[in-house]
């Protein structure tokens, strides 16, 4: 891919769950800004080939890779595969996450241990592990860049495991920006109200009032989180790192 400026030029970038959704936007983007990228997916090879296809039909380079985050076993398989195909990476971002509106909106009563379980494992336990294999494949630096969202900053009604989750992982984010620094810049997206598949879960009524009470009167794109990710993966943010970059539209107060 050509453009004016392409600001990942010569750098080998993994973005997991990247075949829809923000994944899949990151993935597109990275590899317009010259990237080649490793597009992760856990379930469906039809979805990561058309983002991959339409990645190649632009020039781009990249291939796919599966894995499930919530087994160890399978992330080590999955780094020893980038190892052998592109020898290192510059960039990662922990974008996977697990998405199940069931335990998105269970009362609290009828939240179970299973539910943690879920989440945490792919959501807290996958994007450590993901960081800890990337780092020796890092040698000559990099930046990572892991997802959080409001309700780890503000709170919320709803998703209490998911918030938990995610404010595990703003949390995490600041541990290994010291532990890393200063060879791996370490930040986090903490994404508010983003139009994915999660909007589903909602009734007509809620997706009309939560749209209403946010001040830009709308919900986040996903390549309006793209365009975040690349900056924070790019030399453009070189003197930031441990930082938490809220990208919600002003929806919520902190």
Not at 44 to 54: C, G, I, P, R, T
Not at 208 to 222: A, C, E, Q, V, Y
Request: with cysteine; net charge positive.
């Amino acid at each position: 891919m050509t453009g004016k400026k392409q600001r990942l030029t010569g750098k080998r970038a993994l973005i997991t769950g990247s075949s829809t959704g923000n994944g899949a936007a990151i993935a597109k983007r990275f590899a317009m800004e010259g990237a080649e990228v490793v597009i992760h997916y856990r379930k469906s090879e039809e979805e990561a080939a058309s983002v991959l296809d339409s990645i190649k039909r632009a020039g781009g380079k990249g291939f796919a890779i599966q894995a499930d985050l919530s087994r160890r076993k399978e992330i080590s398989e999955m780094f020893a595969r980038i190892k052998r195909k592109l020898g290192g990476l510059e960039v990662l971002v922990n974008n996977a996450g697990l998405a199940d509106g069931t335990i998105w909106n269970a009362p609290l009563k009828e939240i179970t241990e299973v539910m943690w379980n879920r989440v945490f494992n792919v959501d807290v336990y996958g994007t450590f592990f993901c960081s800890q294999e990337a780092v020796p494949l890092m040698r000559r630096g990099g930046a990572m860049v892991n997802v959080s969202s409001t309700p780890a900053l503000a709170g919320d009604t709803e998703g209490i495991v998911y918030a938990t989750g995610k404010s595990a992982v703003y949390g995490m984010t600041k541990m290994l920006s010291r532990m890393l620094a200063p060879k791996i810049r370490v930040n986090c997206m903490i994404l508010g109200s983003i139009e994915t598949s999660w909007v589903n879960w909602l009734s007509p009524s809620r997706l009309k009032d939560l749209k209403s009470s946010i001040p830009l009167k709308r919900f986040g794109k996903p390549e309006e989180v793209a365009n975040l990710a690349l900056f924070l993966a790019s030399d453009e943010s070189s003197y930031i790192t441990g930082q938490g970059v809220v990208l919600d539209g002003g929806e919520v107060t902190y």
